[in-house]
């Protein structure tokens, strides 16, 4: 059987807890802002390798969310806590509504282009195929027989 930690040993986790969640959140702040430069420029090909990482650091800003909750066991966060992590979860929180608003419109507007592209190969198609007299009756051509030649001659 395993025993708790001490509470006062949890305690004492809080304040390097804090500071981590706080990083973490700056870290995300930082990534979502240079996916959202990169989306706004255009360099969408580049936004592939930040995949990694934010999905890295989204877990690890979850277990130390956890983790910070856990140590407090219940009990309210000291004001410096609170200030702290204000600080840090409001400039995370306009980055991610920054970053999903960047995204929407990125898709919206690539939506748009492929449905712009694909009305124009439909309509070139349909003036390629399109009937026509000169494609319905096909170029003239006289070709003479063996025995249309003997009879001409």
Same mark, same amino acid.
């Given at each position: 059987?395993?025993?708790?930690?001490?509470?006062?040993?949890?305690?004492?986790?809080?304040?390097?807890?804090?500071?981590?969640?706080?990083?973490?959140?700056?870290?995300?702040?930082?990534?979502?802002?240079?996916?959202?430069?990169?989306?706004?420029?255009?360099?969408?090909?580049?936004?592939?390798?930040?995949?990694?990482?934010?999905?890295?650091?989204?877990?690890?800003?979850?277990?130390?969310?956890?983790?910070?909750?856990?140590?407090?066991?219940?009990?309210?966060?000291?004001?410096?806590?609170?200030?702290?992590?204000?600080?840090?979860?409001?400039?995370?929180?306009?980055?991610?509504?920054?970053?999903?608003?960047?995204?929407?419109?990125?898709? @919206?507007?690539?939506?748009?282009?492929?449905?712009?592209?694909?009305?124009? @190969?439909?309509?070139?198609?349909?003036?390629?195929?399109?009937?026509?007299?000169?494609?319905?009756?096909?170029?003239?051509?006289?070709?003479?027989?063996?025995?249309?030649?003997?009879?001409?001659?």
């Amino acid at each position: 059987m395993t025993s708790a930690a001490p509470p006062n040993l949890i305690q004492d986790e809080i304040p390097a807890l804090t500071e981590e969640l706080a990083r973490l959140a700056e870290g995300l702040t930082a990534l979502l802002t240079r996916e959202t430069e990169l989306v706004r420029a255009m360099r969408i090909t580049e936004i592939g390798a930040l995949q990694d990482d934010k999905t890295n650091l989204t877990a690890l800003y979850q277990k130390t969310f956890k983790a910070l909750i856990a140590a407090h066991n219940g009990q309210p966060f000291s004001l410096a806590v609170k200030e702290r992590l204000a600080v840090s979860g409001d400039r995370l929180g306009a980055a991610v509504t920054d970053n999903e608003l960047t995204l929407r419109v990125g898709r @919206v507007a690539t939506e748009r282009l492929i449905t712009t592209i694909v009305a124009a @190969v439909k309509e070139q198609q349909k003036s390629v195929t399109a009937y026509t007299p000169q494609q319905a009756a096909g170029p003239r051509r006289t070709f003479m027989t063996s025995a249309a030649l003997d009879r001409h001659m």
